[in-house]
Structure formats: structure tokens, C-alpha cells
């Protein structure tokens, strides 16, 4: 569902910030959902995929030449992706607490906000 909030909102005419900071509104919501009504293993799993897989989608723009982001950004963005990944393994597999990529995503929100 986020990717494909993700491609409507780009054909809607949004900035590329406005687009990324909803995306992150709605996985986080997601996540936040899956911290407070403790849903089963298949909700919980399908919040963390989200997750990961908006993090797979910037960090994949960041790897494109045509970024025009800084290049040490762009690094650090791709190395959170990679930590999003590990981590949300350890969620899945080990039941590690949600809260870490909750902040992670509400510091990327405010970053994205800040502007």
C-alpha cells in the first residue's frame, strides 16, 4: 500500500519532500498501530515490509548519479536503510521492540518538515 501511496501522490503534482513525509506518515501509523493494539504476527510483519520497503525505495534513489542530494547524505541514508533491514529482522524474528524505527522515522519526518 505505501509504494503504491508513494506513485499517487508523485502523479498528484506533490514535491518530492511532501511525498517522502507521507510516506513515512504512513508507515510510521502503521507501526504505531502494530506497537498499541498488538496485532498478529501477519499484521505485524506486513507493518515492518512497509517499512523496509520505503526505506529500499530511498535508499535505491540514493544510489542513482542523478541524486542531487549531497553524496555524504545520500550515504547516510543508505546506511539507516541497511540498519531498517537488520533491525527489522531482529523484529520478526526476535520480537525487538518497534520504538527504534518509529524514531527513526519520526526524525526523518521532521527533517523532511523542517524546510
Do not use: H
Amino acid at each position: 500500500m505505501t509504494i503504491k501511496a508513494y506513485q499517487r501522490a508523485a502523479t498528484q503534482g506533490d514535491s518530492p519532500r511532501e511525498l517522502e513525509y507521507r510516506a513515512f506518515g504512513q508507515v510510521t501509523a502503521g507501526l504505531v498501530r502494530a506497537v498499541e493494539e498488538t496485532p498478529s504476527g501477519g499484521a505485524l510483519a506486513e507493518a515492518v515490509d512497509a517499512n523496509r520497503r520505503l526505506w529500499n525505495v530511498l535508499a535505491a534513489d540514493c544510489s542513482v548519479p542523478e541524486n542531487q542530494l549531497p553524496l555524504e547524505l545520500r550515504g547516510q541514508i543508505i546506511s539507516l536503510a541497511l540498519w531498517v533491514a537488520r533491525y527489522s529482522a531482529d523484529v520478526i524474528r526476535d520480537g525487538a521492540a518497534l520504538d527504534p524505527l518509529i524514531d527513526v522515522n519520526r526524525t526523518m519526518m521532521e527533517g523532511l518538515a523542517a524546510r
